[in-house]
């Protein structure tokens, strides 16, 4: 720490590996920043009281270090609480005024992140922040472009700087406060210092004192650890089927539940990966009576498509006889053409809540699922569910695995249409190149039992028709 507003020059997680959430220079808290008067608040020099050397662990919990100063005649103390087995400070400030008048002083503690065009490279996945997000009135907000925040103040909650997987937030814990973002931009709009601060200017009567409390939270986006702060609206699920931000359903309702499920299942298996594979067979298993209504449906309709091209042909010229003749003979043969896409839809929300859950786990980071070690430098296979597969196997699998549920799906429209949807396996195979390795594995194991299902229910139908062609042949 420095004795500059006691701030803090290094603040590593000892996070699956260490997590370095403070660099000096780019990102990281700017101290206690304090004034008397009409001037801006600026670090003010504090001396440590008692010993600069505080150790926590198993047999020591918990332990303070104390900084004290003076600004126009105010004196101020500065209490930092450190816990153990917690990713947060409390930060305790008194101020006391010992002169013969009142004195109005105002207070900040800002963090802020340098944003530039050459960006330092990033130690791990979510080091550097990307976003302001705060809470007011219960109400999360969130500005994803740090190039669009501007200078103002905020009633709020907490506010912090955030990442997918990191978070750095500041949650008031006395009335007073106020929270602030501001940018200082550095001669054009990609640059510049995004912060965030809470701020309080109490008016402190002579021979008076202040006390204001303010916690920080610096550590991984954990569900159940921001739960504890009343932090969990800062894990981003998004909105269905549009962003939320454009009015798209919030998703929190679904994602939560899955990613504690997720959570609760890797508690027994002891392997990240194979808790996304029980999850995905879990979630096929509970909608498996809907997929099999929307095969059926799509294999009714496979069975009249050559009467519907037959109708096609014959009233080409005249659309209005064609669809009433075409609904006259989905009618006869008790055919729905959406059966076979209203059972889908109604899942998807589900695996996009699951993709989601997926997305936002930092649990994920340095998981390993079928990582057999380090080959000249690099992974071999699985070793980081977080990162993309550095061999592309599993990218090339989910594309083989998508080919072959497209050739078994029942088509029902123009043939055209249907080898133009053989196209979508490679570029998905392409998007997917560069994802986390958990979501890919996700959507891989997604297809082989969606296979495993059309396969089933076809074997059926197969046997029967060599029945019906064995007994043909005796007759």
């Not at 609480?81 to 005024?97: L, P």
């Not at 010992?98 to 105002?106: D, F, M, R």
């Not at 009015?247 to 508690?267: D, F, R």
């Not at 695996?351 to 070690?373: M, R």
Request: aromatic share 10%; with cysteine; proline share 7%.
């Amino acid at each position: 720490m420095s004795s500059e507003g006691a701030k803090l020059l290094e603040w590593t997680l000892k996070y699956r590996g260490e997590k370095p959430m403070v660099v000096i220079g780019e990102f990281g808290p700017a101290g206690l920043l304090v004034s008397s008067g009409d001037t801006p608040p600026e670090p003010v020099p504090l001396n440590i009281n008692g010993s600069n050397v505080l150790r926590l662990g198993p047999d020591t919990l918990a332990g303070n270090l104390v900084f004290t100063g003076d600004v126009s005649g105010a004196v101020i103390k500065e209490t930092l609480r450190f816990q153990a087995d917690r990713y947060s400070i409390d930060a305790n400030i008194r101020i006391e005024n010992p002169t013969g008048q009142p004195k109005t002083v105002a207070i900040a503690l800002p963090w802020f992140v340098r944003r530039h065009e050459k960006a330092s490279e990033e130690k791990f996945i979510g080091q550097r922040p990307t976003e302001v997000v705060w809470s007011s009135g219960g109400h999360v907000n969130r500005v994803d472009d740090l190039g669009a925040v501007t200078a103002k103040e905020l009633e709020g909650e907490w506010i912090g700087l955030d990442s997918t997987w990191y978070l750095a937030a500041l949650i008031p814990k006395t009335p007073g406060f106020k929270l602030a973002t501001n940018r200082e931009a550095a001669g054009d709009a990609k640059n510049g210092i995004v912060s965030v601060a809470v701020k309080a200017t109490p008016t402190i009567a002579p021979g008076q004192a202040w006390e204001g409390r303010v916690e920080f939270y610096i550590g991984p986006k954990e569900y159940e650890r921001l739960v504890a702060y009343g932090l969990e609206g800062t894990l981003n699920f998004g909105g269905f089927p549009i962003p939320r931000k454009y009015g798209g359903l919030p998703m929190e309702w679904l994602g939560a539940p899955i990613l504690k499920l997720m959570k609760w299942v890797y508690h027994y298996v002891g392997n990240y990966g194979v808790a996304i594979i029980l999850l995905t067979v879990v979630s096929k298993v509970l909608f498996y009576p809907l997929t099999v209504k929307s095969m059926r449906s799509m294999k009714a309709m496979q069975a009249l498509q050559p009467q519907v091209n037959a109708l096609r042909t014959k009233y080409k010229n005249d659309p209005k006889k064609l669809q009433e003749e075409t609904l006259g003979l989905y009618r006869k043969h008790h055919v729905n053409p959406m059966g076979g896409c209203l059972p889908m839809i109604a899942q998807i929300p589900i695996f996009y809540a699951l993709y989601l859950a997926l997305s936002v786990s930092v649990e994920l980071q340095n998981a390993t699922f079928l990582c057999f070690g380090r080959v000249f430098g690099f992974d071999v296979w699985i070793c980081d569910l977080a990162s993309h597969d550095p061999t592309y196997v599993l990218p090339l699998l989910m594309g083989v695995t998508m080919f072959m549920q497209q050739k078994m799906t029942p088509t029902t429209g123009d043939p055209r249409q249907a080898k133009m949807m053989l196209v979508m396996p490679f570029v998905f195979t392409f998007m997917f190149l560069n994802l986390p390795a958990g979501l890919v594995l996700y959507w891989t194991v997604s297809n082989v039992l969606q296979i495993l299902q059309q396969w089933y229910m076809d074997r059926p139908r197969s046997r029967g028709a060599a029945r019906e062609a064995k007994d043909a042949a005796q007759a």
